[in-house]
């Protein structure tokens, strides 16, 4: 369950720094015609360099700031027509967490005849995804499939769901099929390898995740630290310290402020019992997160050094998080309150 926190929280965390291309496209807007149509060019330009693969129009960019959320809508509400303006403004509203906003806009522009986009499936299959509707978001990538069954991307985004909800059989035997299908699509590598760390088979997740960072195509930065961070999980479960210790440093070296990092580097710090490197990671990691994994490593560390207030404190974090798990015991062998 904790590789599935992280993931998530990897997914949330880099939703924005994805897609920072996207304010230049509200640039584009305020501009005279002639400049801004060129700045549009260049911003499309970019956006596809980024290998979203959106299907957006360079020569009529219409789409939103990543900065000024309220500016972008305005400019969408006076420049573009309902209908578009539908299928824009749900990107604008998912950009920025606005998950019903961007759920009734895009369902508004499906319902509509002549509206049936491929793209707009993939949107609100990322939008489903988000309201916990695994289903509904499979099933508007298999609408997308049916649509185009030639283009990788939906069957991509298809893997992704499965890998992030842990669903390991089924998102196994996807990937396999379509793998055979789509070879030069890496996406499959990585999401197959977070299945395989699921069903805890580390050496093929190891194998798979290698693959994936080994390619000079990998592009997608909150897909490289997911990659990064997961490696590091497998080789901490097989007891490669060193190893694993390499892949969390170049995660947290290419960005130092993604909290969960700190929380994977405590984990292999605690279990070489460096335990002051330990804490500082852990201390680092529960300003933004919390799991109850590592709150009971560091209940453990402050327990082994004497300050059972601490201890404590964090044992009952982590039992109140995971009511199941061996913390509750040491709450109730210590007597915390």
Known sequence: MLFFYIAAQTIDYFMTIRYWILSLFLVALSMKEGVSQTFGNYAAEEFKNSKLNIDFDSENVKILSIQNYRDAIDSLNETIGNKELLYYRAWCHYLHSQTYKAFEDISNYLSQPGANSYFAHLLLARIEYLRLKKFQSIEALDKAIAMEPNKPLAFIEKSRIYALTGNAEEGISFINRHLKRFPDQLSFYLYRGLLMLDIQNEKKAIEDLTTYLSSREVASKPDLILAHFSLARCYTKIKEYGKAMVQANKGLEMFPD????????????????????????????????????????????????????????????????????????????????
């Open 258 to 337: 993604y909290s969960p990092g700190y929380g994977v580097r405590g984990e292999i710090y605690f279990y070489v019992k460096d335990y002051h490197a330990a804490l500082k990671d852990f201390l680092v990691m529960e300003k933004r997160y919390k799991s109850s994994e590592y709150n009971g490593m560091m209940a453990f560390i402050y327990e082994n050094q004497g300050e059972l207030s601490m201890a404590c404190k964090y044992y009952l974090e982590a039992c109140s998080l995971a009511p199941m798990s061996k913390e509750c015991a040491k709450v109730r062998k210590l007597r915390c309150k």
